[in-house]
């Protein structure tokens, strides 16, 4: 009779031990999924920047170009124009000596051409003015849209993806739950703390909150709500509080088979 259920124990240890080696085995599994649909979106989004990124040199490139050649193109005209305005005060100059000789008509030809070649060189310095304007406006829109599509970062080479990671407390939950419970004091301050010290439980590998329940013949492991630590926060910050900590510790416990630490 010991036997026979000495045997039976054993052989609803072997199931058991089964179960949870097939359970272990499935959560690899949904690991190496996670890390390869995260390196896979990792790629996608480190090309996605890097040809973003190519596009804004370009077009940087392209208006130091624009602003190059216009310094050196205004640069010249300037030139011409203080050589003009030389050779037209001393072409006025001979025309009002020659006027007071013979007062000869003809003089107010060459004085003419003069004037409009300055003109065409002003309404050339203009032109120039008004492609830099609208140059510079292009560059604006199109950080503008960077701007509006969530990478602005980009413009400034500090490119920073946000990402929630896997057994992370939501602080938000934290946040909500303190500004209620303390409304008339440093409830940020307070907030931060809790937010750390829970962060912290939940990584502890010596704290275990958790209980085996079976479901449909299938063991399951669920968080423990009778344990002393989570019954407390329960009691005395109430089920917002709790309910962050809870969905922390089942991420961290079914994406993390290797060790207690958060992951992306």
Known sequence: MENTNYEEELKNDRRLV???????????????????????MTATLRGLINGLIAKINSKDSNLWGWELQYNVTVS???GKNAALRLAFAQVYSKKKKKKKTNGNPKENVPCRDLVELKKTTSDQ????????EETSEALK???SRYSCTGLNDVLTSRTTLVVKRMGEIDQKAFEVASSGKFPNEDWQETCAKLCSLWQQNVQDPKWHPFKMINIRGNLQEIVDEDDEKLKELRNEYGDVMYEAVSTALMEMNEYNVSGRYAVI
């Not at 089964?18 to 896979?40: A, G, T």
């Not at 310095?125 to 830099?132: C, M, R, S």
């Open 76 to 78: 010249q005209l300037n």
């Open 125 to 132: 310095i203009a032109a120039l003015k008004e492609q830099l």
């Open 18 to 40: 089964c179960s949870l080696i097939y359970e272990i085995n499935c959560k690899k599994e949904q690991l190496s999924q996670m890390e390869r649909e995260y390196n896979e």
């Open 141 to 143: 829109d199109m950080e």
